[in-house]
């Protein structure tokens, strides 16, 4: 089991960047995959972007394909999701999940952070 902790959320200009993080607990985390996913007031959940147990493969939602980046830091149980280029419209809660699979369909994903807001400004 993993429990998953998120940071790095809070209220950015439009145009800006911001670095979100999500920390595991646990000594498998190296063996999960894991996604970000995002939702906005309102709105249904939303794919972000996924990344591989190694980090060797990963993929992005269409709205957020060259601002986002995923990586991984495998000695530090991290995960993290730069956002460059961010407009009012990447305003939402974003959530960490893990799983065995970089899936785009959150119902694949079996452990989920609590989430950390991200507010952009016009």
């Known amino acids: 089991q993993v429990q998953l902790v998120e940071s790095g959320g809070g209220l950015v200009q439009a145009g800006n960047s911001l670095r979100l993080s999500c920390a595991a607990s646990?000594?498998?985390?190296?063996?999960?995959?894991m996604g970000w996913f995002r939702q906005a007031p309102g709105k249904e959940r939303e794919f972000v972007a996924a990344?591989?147990?190694?980090?060797?493969?990963?993929n992005y939602g269409d709205s957020v394909k060259g601002r986002f980046t995923i990586s991984r830091d495998n000695s530090k149980n991290t995960v993290y999701l730069q956002m460059n280029s961010l407009k009012p419209e990447d305003t939402a809660v974003y959530y960490c999940?893990?799983?065995?699979?970089?899936?785009?369909?959150?119902?694949?994903?079996?452990?989920w952070g609590k989430g950390t807001l991200v507010t952009v400004s016009s």
């Open positions: 999940a893990a799983d065995r699979f970089a899936a785009r369909e959150g119902s694949n994903y079996s452990y």
């Open positions: 646990g000594r498998t985390f190296s063996s999960y995959a």
């Open positions: 990344i591989s147990w190694d980090g060797g493969y990963t």
